[in-house]
């Protein structure tokens, strides 16, 4: 298996790690909800109620994006009594990304190295 190969199979592995994240992330919607929890109180985290008047949407709308969120592991949500607290979460899924943004930049260097050998042998 070549290098090239080695490289494009770990990519493909991590796209498919990803791919709840990447989904859950590709919405405008859910970006502007993730915007809202992170401009927001951090410790505490925000209540829908909150959100909703950030983002403004209907509250089913921000319910149902956070259910997506939490769901892909991103935010994470305390409850105090019947009151639920949604903030990014600290060892959120969104840091898996690295991973795969790490592993194309390897590929990138790599062309770089081949395409750079290539042009020095060729003059």
Known sequence: MSVEQEFSNTIAIEFNNNLKVLNAIGDETRQAILMALIQGPQKSGMRVGEI??????????????????KDAQIISVRKEGTRNFY???AGSKLMSLKNLVNEIDKLFEHCEEHATEATIRNQ
């Open 52 to 69: 909703r008047v950030q983002t403004h949407l209907s509250r089913p709308a921000v319910s149902h994006h956070l259910k997506i969120l």
């Open 87 to 89: 903030r990014l979460d």
